[in-house]
């Protein structure tokens, strides 16, 4: 991610706002003259992270603002669709940010994933179109929205920008509505199965097994690490190689979707359904 969007940026100070354990920093540690920063509700650094040369300094959120501090690159990263108040939040850290910095920010690209409409703590949501107007309206422009990088992830870059109208149409969007309509045709279609197992342990998982109207007969993972662990009290099984045909539900979308169908097909014996 950093290679591809940030090869010949010359960056001195990052802060990673909703930093959780630091995953993001870790690309930053070991270049030269680099100061890095974080902040979050509370400090769940890793240890090594935390005691590292090029770490300055953790902020709780509230003296972040306080702080007279500026940055060359702000990362939120899957952070922007938790915030209830997105627009007070990107105009304080617009603040933050030196003239020439850029903010990195990655989010879900719901038009692409309905599923991501039942992740009970993704409170806002963004198309090309609104994640423009966000930006405009705290002094900031798009530099760049990827959609392609990651599959059902937007990569943006903000920087600041005079106030203007939004470079990206309304219409051609698809609506929370539409995808609504998208992931309850999903959940009928679950449900006219008489016995369902079902591959992952994620929220997508979830929104199928709690709209599922019979007992979810099995959990599969092909995770290694997660055989045996519970999800919704029962154990985590790996997929195997089967006589016996076992209906399988994929929560998955579009592209993602088509990728593990097709693995899928070359190796197991179960009867898939999406």
């Known amino acids: 991610l950093f290679k591809k969007f940030f090869k010949k940026k010359k960056i001195n100070k990052i802060l990673d706002y909703g930093t959780s354990n630091g995953a993001m920093i870790q690309p930053f540690l070991n270049k030269k003259k680099i100061k890095i920063f974080a902040t979050d509700i509370k400090n769940n650094l890793n240890k090594k992270i935390f005691n590292h040369k090029n770490f300055i300094k953790f902020f709780s959120i509230d003296k972040l603002w306080k702080t007279n501090v500026k940055f060359d690159l702000i990362t ?15 105009k304080r850290l617009s603040k933050k940010l030196e003239k020439t910095g850029i903010i990195l920010i990655q989010i879900p690209n719901y038009s692409y994933n309905p599923y991501d409409l039942s992740v009970y703590d993704h409170v806002t949501h963004f198309d090309k179109y609104t994640i423009s107007k966000l930006a405009n309206n705290n002094g900031l422009e798009v530099f760049l929205i990827n959609d392609n990088f990651l599959d059902g992830e937007y990569s943006i870059i903000l920087k600041h920008g005079k106030t203007r109208n939004s470079n990206f149409s309304k219409k051609n969007f698809s609506y929370p509505q539409s995808l609504i309509q998208k992931l309850e045709k999903i959940i009928l279609k679950s449900n006219k199965v008489p016995y369902l197992s079902i591959l992952g342990s994620s929220i997508s998982s979830l929104c199928i097994i709690h709209n599922y109207n019979k007992g979810i007969k099995k959990i599969y993972d092909e995770d290694i ?5 519970k999800f ?17 539900f994929l929560p998955f979308y579009n592209k993602k979707l088509k990728n593990i169908r097709k693995r899928l097909v070359k190796k197991y014996n179960y009867n898939l359904i999406w």
């Open 232 to 248: 919704e009290g029962k154990k985590i099984s790996l997929l195997e190689k089967k006589k016996k045909i076992e209906s399988l």
């Open 76 to 90: 939120m990263i899957h952070v922007l669709e938790h915030l209830e108040n997105p627009n007070d939040i990107l």
């Open 225 to 229: 690490s997660k055989l045996g662990m």
